[in-house]
């Protein structure tokens, strides 16, 4: 009697998440792009960046403006490894050729204040061949 009671709630259970939808009467959503073309069409791939030559900066336009990054970004910025870092920082930017990371990003005992360990949250990477997906305008001038 007991093992018919189990086998009775346990069919009950599966058949509670067989999936089973019940009907909602929400509109659907038009989901937009951001680009220039239908989510549907087929078109040509996007041109690869190209970046500035290795060594070259990116003139600013604005005073403290955070550098723009001449090259790639895909470095990894995890909790155990600060990809950026592995050039930029004050122990290895010489050695890498590369500017060492502001004094403002750092601790009195020169460690990397944690509060700027997101680089890419301020700084972009900006290719040569890339036209904006957005109208932009701005002037310094
Ligand atoms: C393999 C070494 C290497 C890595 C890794 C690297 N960089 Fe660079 N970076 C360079 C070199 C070389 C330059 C060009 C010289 C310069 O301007 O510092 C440069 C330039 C820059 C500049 C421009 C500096 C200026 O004064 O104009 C910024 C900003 C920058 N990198 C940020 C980053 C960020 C953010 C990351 C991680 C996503 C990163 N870099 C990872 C080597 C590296
Ligand atoms: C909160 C925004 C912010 C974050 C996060 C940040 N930076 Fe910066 N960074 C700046 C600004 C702003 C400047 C320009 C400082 C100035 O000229 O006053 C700068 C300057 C730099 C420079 C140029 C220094 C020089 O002497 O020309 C490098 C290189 C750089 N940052 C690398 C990095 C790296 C690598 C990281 C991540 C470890 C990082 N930054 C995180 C805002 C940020």
């Keep these: ?8 709630a346990l069919v009950m259970a599966l058949s509670a998440c067989s999936g089973q939808q019940t009907t909602t009467s929400a509109e659907p959503v038009n989901v937009m792009s951001l680009g220039q073309s ?3 069409d087929i078109r040509a791939a996007d041109a690869v960046a190209v970046y500035p030559k290795r060594g070259k900066s ?3 336009t604005f005073v403290h403006q955070p550098p723009m990054i001449p090259h790639k970004a895909e470095y990894p910025i995890t909790l155990k490894k600060n990809g950026c870092m592995s050039c930029h ?15 403002s990003h750092l601790l009195a005992d020169a460690k990397l204040n944690n509060e700027y360990y997101n680089c890419t949250q301020c700084h972009t990477p900006q290719a040569e061949n890339k036209t904006e997906l957005v109208e932009n305008d701005f002037s310094n001038k």
């Design 58 to 60: 990116i003139e600013r």
């Design 89 to 103: 920082s004050p122990a290895k930017a010489k050695r890498m050729k590369a500017t060492q990371i502001d004094p």
């Design 1 to 8: 009697m007991k093992k018919l009671f189990t086998a009775a």
């Design 38 to 40: 239908e989510i549907t």
